[in-house]
């Protein structure tokens, strides 16, 4: 599976963003799906996933702010990120869940 994430930018606190990742491959509508995160100087976190059904979880830094969706029938798995925090600034990636190939990440800075 290829996956390459976009919609990442520079974003004032408080604004928005919505991150898209399209996967090449056959098995993305079999695969849980998740969103990650690598701020500078620390290690690569999960930030929410994504099961076949539809059933999502987030962690608790992101609840009320974050929601993941995906589209099948599109091979794709979006974030959309509201009331941006300067502590959400990292590289956001997307990956199966649990992880396994990695593809281009996007950067999300936010910042006044």
């Known amino acids: 599976v290829q996956l390459q994430a976009s919609g990442g930018g520079l974003v004032q606190p408080g604004g928005s963003l919505t991150l898209s990742c399209v996967a090449s491959g056959t098995v993305f509508g079999s695969s849980n799906m998740g969103w990650y995160r690598q701020a500078p100087g620390k290690q690569r976190q999960m930030v929410a996933v994504?099961?076949?059904?539809?059933?999502?979880n987030h962690i608790d830094d992101v609840k009320g702010r974050f929601h993941i969706s995906r589209d099948n029938s599109k091979n794709a798995v979006y974030l959309q990120m509201n009331n941006l925090k300067p502590e959400d600034t990292a590289v956001y990636y997307c990956?199966?869940?649990?992880?396994?190939?990695w593809g281009q990440g996007t950067q999300v800075t936010v910042s006044s």
């Open positions: 990956s199966t869940f649990p992880p396994g190939e």
């Open positions: 994504i099961s076949t059904s539809g059933a999502t």
